[in-house]
């Protein structure tokens, strides 16, 4: 059984990386996106694919950031914390030029103390 008070550390750590992706994203630094997954993290991105590495998901993250999308924020996100080292994130998402769903994001905390994503499971849906 996770403490309150672990829960609410991961809960911490989770947020505090998610904050850096998307200001990172609304940066236009993709490379700074990347920087929040794990070395071999699994990226599925509906429709566009499945980018596996941090080399994969940078490029995807470039591209986008390439043809002018932007201003991404969250829509009602819930995080639920699975145990002392991992916790899912599930939201709604907005862009200046699309929209959809988080499915899951799947944050563990690394041994330097931080969260990275080690899957990241999404849907553009407009």
């Keep these: 059984m996770i403490s309150e008070e672990q829960k609410n550390t991961v809960l911490n750590l989770v947020s505090n990386s998610s904050a850096k992706w998307k200001e990172a994203f609304n940066s236009g630094n993709a490379a700074g996106c990347a920087a929040q997954y794990e070395k071999n993290a699994v990226m599925n991105a509906k429709p ?17 950031i390439d043809d002018g999308f932007s201003d991404v924020d969250y829509i009602d996100p819930v995080v639920e914390v699975l145990d002392e080292m991992s916790a899912v994130l599930r939201s709604g998402w907005k862009m200046n ?30």
Excluded at 48 to 64: H, M, P, R, S, V
Excluded at 100 to 120: F, M, N
């Design 48 to 64: 566009f694919g499945t980018f596996t590495g941090t080399n994969e998901i940078t490029a995807f993250w470039q591209k986008l």
């Design 97 to 126: 030029k699309a929209s959809g769903v988080i499915h899951k994001e799947l944050w563990v905390i690394q041994s330097d103390g931080t969260a990275k994503l080690r899957e990241d499971d999404f849907e553009a849906q407009g």
